[in-house]
Nanobody
Framework: QVQLVESGGGLVQAGGSLTLSCSAS????????MGWYRQALGKEREMVAT???????NYADSVKGRFTISRDNAENTVYLQMNSLKPEDTAVYYC?????????????????WGQGTLVTVSS
């Protein structure tokens, strides 16, 4: 079973910065892609940024130029550097990982979510 543990949320003023991190733990697995999603109060969960093992990234238009996703493949950890934060970035941020087992034939694929971390941006 792969578990995702997030950290780094908190309260910040508009224009400030925060860095979120998420580590995947467990055994006998390989991560294919990791990413960050967010859900604001009363809204649906939306993709913020994703990154593949090869380093290909994808960003929501609303965060392009302000947020940067990066990944440490050796540590199965993904980071989200958030700069120039706006009040509309306030949400619970969820880490997501997709991958597969490495000790089964055939592989079993999974998609897991972290517990979420709250980011609040005050105006």
């Amino acid at each position: 079973q792969v578990q995702l543990v997030e950290s780094g949320g908190g309260l910040v003023q508009a224009g400030g910065s925060l860095t979120l991190s998420c580590s995947a733990s467990g055994s006998d697995f390989a991560i294919l892609a990791m990413g960050w999603y967010r859900q604001a109060l009363g809204k649906e969960r939306e993709m913020v940024a994703t990154i593949t093992t090869g380093g290909s990234t994808n960003y929501a238009d609303s965060v392009k130029g302000r947020f940067t996703i990066s990944r440490d493949n050796a540590e199965n950890t993904v980071y989200l550097q958030m700069n120039s934060l706006k009040p509309e970035d306030t949400a619970v941020y969820y880490c997501h990982a997709s991958g597969h087992t490495t000790n089964t034939v055939p592989y079993r694929y999974f998609e897991n979510w972290g517990q979420g971390t709250l980011v609040t941006v005050s105006s």
